[in-house]
């Protein structure tokens, strides 16, 4: 019985506590707190599936040979060559995501991206500096898509990973739906 008065007299206070919380003299000219309303994100032309890049033209613009799509998601397809170490070409979509939070992170790995502009919309591209991997990411209002190459722990010639992904995303932007 103790225990149950006890819980009541406590509940009881922490209500009247939290009451005395909201009360109070409004005359003293306190406007309560108001929020602007959060930015809705105005979403961008549609990337496609893949960037609307088939296996085939991500192997012969790609520059790889023998690549096969390893994984295929709602946001993205990634494409890699057969062994361990070898090249790989990725594709990612955000929606409604900064592209400067992704330049940032480009920034704190040491990498200093560059400004591009691939079909009129404005973006950035970076190579690792041993230049064996590349991002490329292209703006597309409050969305952005980015190719990623990688050459591998063997790189083949056949052009720089930048080159590589300026093609595959000129493909993408000429395909926006």
Same mark, same amino acid.
């Given at each position: 019985m103790r225990i149950t008065s006890a819980i009541v007299a406590t509940t009881a206070l922490a209500a009247a506590l939290l009451a005395g919380c909201g009360s109070g003299d409004k005359s003293s000219g306190d406007a309560p707190a108001v929020?602007?309303?959060? +930015?809705?994100?105005?979403?961008?032309?549609?990337?496609?599936?893949?960037?609307?890049?088939?296996?085939?033209?991500?192997?012969?613009?790609?520059?790889?040979?023998?690549?096969?799509?390893?994984? +295929?998601?709602?946001?993205?397809?990634?494409?890699?060559?057969?062994?361990?170490?070898?090249?790989?070409?990725?594709f990612a979509s955000y929606r409604g995501s900064p592209i400067g939070r992704e330049r940032a992170w480009v920034t704190a790995q040491g990498r200093n991206p560059e400004d591009i502009e691939v079909g009129g919309h404005k973006g950035f591209q970076d190579a690792s500096p041993d230049g064996s991997i590349c991002d490329l990411a292209v703006q597309l209002g409050d969305d952005f898509f980015e190719w990623s190459t990688s050459t591998g722990l063997f790189p083949s010639q056949g052009g720089s990973p930048c080159d590589k992904n300026r093609k595959l995303a000129e493909l993408t932007v000429q395909r926006l739906k």
């Open positions: 929020r602007p309303p959060a +930015k809705v994100a105005t979403l961008g032309p549609f990337t496609g599936e893949c960037g609307n890049a088939t296996d085939d033209e991500v192997r012969n613009l790609g520059g790889l040979t023998q690549v096969s799509r390893a994984f +295929k998601n709602s946001v993205g397809c990634n494409w890699q060559a057969a062994g361990i170490g070898s090249p790989s070409v990725t």
